[in-house]
Structure formats: C-alpha cells, structure tokens
C-alpha cells in the first residue's frame, strides 16, 4: 500500500472519530477563491494549511521579477510551503490560485494541537510529508537528468489532465524550458 492509500484509509477512518470531527470542525474553515488571488503576500510565512476542495494552484518563486513555477495543486492537494509552516520563517514560494478555488484552511496552531491530541492525525501528516519528500526527489531527479522531451511526458504520464486546465508559460516553466521549446516538443 503506497502513501496516498495509507492517508485515504486513515482519513476515512478518522471520519468515523467524532471527537476527532468535532475537533477539526472547529478549527477549519471553508473559503473560496478568485482566479488571480494569492494565498498569502510573497515573503511571509505560511501560517495555513490548506486543502484544494476544487480548482489549480500554482506554486511559484519569485527571482528578480521572474516567476518560476514550482509546482501544481489540484483537488485535495495540500497548499503549504512547508519548510516555513515548520520553521514559521518567511516563505520562499508563493502560491497564486489559476482557476476560481474553493479550499479548507486551517491553521498550523490548531493542526499542531489537532496532531498531538489525535495519533491518525500526527501518522497522516507524517505519511503527507513523506509522500511530499518522494514527489521531491522524484522532481528533483526529473529535472537533473531527465531532458525537456523527457520530463514533459513525465508530466503528461503523472498529470494527463494538466495540459487542458494549465496555461502552457507555466508547464514550461515547471518544467524548466522555455514556451518555445515546449511548443516543438507538443508539435
């Protein structure tokens, strides 16, 4: 059983817990978003964990006035930069909604709280951050060994839903190549 299995079964059985949806009901919130909105100003920490429910976010960084996608989130995806929700320095990446989102957010004080008072809650964030550090190394490998033809099939392979709902500047980006390239590679 991989990662995102192991979470699905302890999030549905996590939902038969009363106290522990009672618990959670009280700290989260549901919130929509707009198309354009940024989940926070670039520069300062991540004080939420957020959870697409419906829509894309991108994750990008910003280096001398250029953006460079980091990566993408779709439904039930988490939305978080995590070395600043653990470390609560300044982020480095900022997270911009690409299609109107609606998200739960709860923040890191009451998950912390939350992963401390329930044992499912502190083993899903435990199986969330090893899921997150595979697809990490997973990228970071793509991204030093594999070329641009290689990695786009990749991402196609991974995410055959992104070309309809991504604007192609930010794949190329993600993916490290210019629009240009990526348009002879699709070609």
């Known amino acids: 059983m991989d990662q995102e299995e192991q979470i699905r079964d302890l ?4 939902l038969k817990n009363s106290a ?13 978003f ?5 989940l926070r100003e670039p520069g300062t920490a991540c004080r939420y964990c957020y959870f ?3 829509g894309i976010a991108r994750g990008y960084y910003l280096r001398d006035g250029k953006e460079v996608t980091t990566s993408f989130c779709f439904d039930g995806d988490p939305v978080f930069s995590l070395e600043s929700a653990t470390r609560g320095v300044p982020a480095y990446e900022t997270f911009e909604i690409l299609e109107d989102a609606v998200m739960e957010l709860i923040s890191f004080n009451d998950l912390f709280q939350l992963r401390q008072q329930f044992p499912e809650v502190e083993k899903m964030w435990l199986l969330s951050v090893e899921a997150y550090a595979i697809w990490l190394e997973e990228r970071l490998y793509s991204l030093q060994f594999n070329d641009a033809k290689e ?3 990749l991402l196609i392979k991974k995410y055959p839903y992104i070309i309809q709902r991504v604007q192609l500047g930010y794949i190329a980006s993600y993916l490290g190549i210019t629009k240009e390239t990526l348009s002879r590679i699709r070609g």
Do not use: D, Q, V
Not at 20 to 32: C, E, G, H, P, Q
Not at 34 to 38: F, I, P
């Open 52 to 54: 697409m429910i419906s």
């Open 151 to 153: 990695r786009y099939a």
């Open 20 to 32: 522990l949806r009672r618990a959670y009901s009280a700290f989260a919130r549901k919130k929509a």
């Open 34 to 38: 707009k198309k354009g909105e940024h």
């Open 11 to 14: 999030l549905l059985k996590s």
